[in-house]
Structure formats: C-alpha cells, structure tokens
C-alpha cells in the first residue's frame, strides 16, 4: 500500500485518510510515512481535519450543539435504549 501510494503522490495525485481513531492512532495504524504523505487527514470521524499535517479544523457534537442540547441528546437516547423490548435481558 505504501508503494502504491507513495506512487501516486509522486504523480501528484492527492490523498486522504479518513478513520474513527484519533490522529495518534490513526499514525500507529497506517504508519507515520503514510500518514504524513496523505495530502488530507479527517481523524475522529472526521472531527479533526488535518491538510499537509497541519490541523485546519476541529470540531466537537459538544461545541456544535452546545451543553444544554447535548444534554438533551444523551438523555434521549438513554431512554430510548431503556425502553427497548429487547426478548432477553441480562
């Protein structure tokens, strides 16, 4: 993979990656040639984005909703998840 990639870098195609795991992880995985030769990185679910290593944007659902809906968020899906007629409960 990293061939193929550093192939396509040299041809100047573009490339990101994009992963659920945070960008420490996201460098152990892929390892740090890969993911310092991607020309995007979108870690976290693409909560922190990152062009050329440099971070260019991060977001949060607590930053974005703000506390109070946040709140009323998580207490929803608490209760959904309760009321859930799940056939066998342990």
Same mark, same amino acid.
């Given at each position: 993979?990293?061939? =193929?990639? =550093?192939?396509?870098?040299?041809? #100047? +195609? %573009? @490339?990101? +990656?994009?992963?659920?795991?945070?960008?420490?992880?996201?460098?152990? !995985?892929? =390892? $740090?040639?890969? =993911?310092? /030769? /991607?020309? @995007?990185? &979108? /870690?976290?679910?693409? *909560? %922190?984005?990152?062009?050329?290593?440099? $971070?260019?944007?991060? !977001?949060? *659902?607590?930053?974005?909703? #703000?506390? %109070?809906?946040?709140?009323?968020?998580?207490? &929803?899906?608490?209760?959904?998840? /309760?009321?859930?007629?799940? $056939?066998?409960?342990?």
């Amino acid at each position: 993979m990293l061939d =193929t990639l =550093t192939k396509m870098k040299a041809k #100047g +195609i %573009d @490339f990101g +990656i994009v992963s659920g795991s945070d960008l420490v992880k996201v460098r152990e !995985q892929m =390892t $740090p040639a890969i =993911t310092e /030769a /991607a020309h @995007f990185c &979108f /870690a976290e679910n693409g *909560l %922190d984005a990152y062009k050329v290593g440099v $971070p260019i944007e991060k !977001q949060s *659902l607590n930053k974005h909703l #703000g506390e %109070d809906n946040l709140k009323r968020l998580v207490n &929803f899906i608490l209760h959904y998840i /309760a009321d859930l007629d799940i $056939p066998i409960k342990r």
